[in-house]
Nanobody
Framework: QVQLVESGGGLVQPGGSLRLSCEVSETLFAFEYVGWYRQAPGKQRELVAR???????EYVDSVKGRVTISTDNVKNTVYLQMNSLAPEDTAVYYCNTVDGRTRTQYWGQGTQVTVST
């Protein structure tokens, strides 16, 4: 069973930065996509950013220019660097992977990000 463990969430002031990390129990090359989703209170879970196995990335419009997804294929870790954070970025952030062969999705337990004064 694939395990994803997120870390790096917390409380940050508007305009601040956070880097989320997701350690995956298998090689990232096993997955067609690795990415981050978020769910704010009372809202549906939405894609924030995802990266294809061989490189291309995509971002939701609301985070473009502020957020960067990256991977360390030696550490089997996915990162989400978030800058210029705003209160509307407050949510639980979930790491996600999609198996390249079976298309099975795997989720982490989530990490809370709160942007507030």
């Amino acid at each position: 069973q694939v395990q994803l463990v997120e870390s790096g969430g917390g409380l940050v002031q508007p305009g601040g930065s956070l880097r989320l990390s997701c350690e995956v129990s298998e090689t990232l090359f096993a997955f067609e996509y690795v990415g981050w989703y978020r769910q704010a209170p009372g809202k549906q879970r939405e894609l924030v950013a995802r990266k294809r196995r061989w490189g291309s990335s995509e971002y939701v419009d609301s985070v473009k220019g502020r957020v960067t997804i990256s991977t360390d294929n030696v550490k089997n870790t996915v990162y989400l660097q978030m800058n210029s954070l705003a209160p509307e970025d407050t949510a639980v952030y979930y790491c996600n992977t999609v198996d390249g062969r079976t298309r099975t999705q795997y989720w982490g337990q989530g990490t809370q990000v709160t942007v507030s004064t």
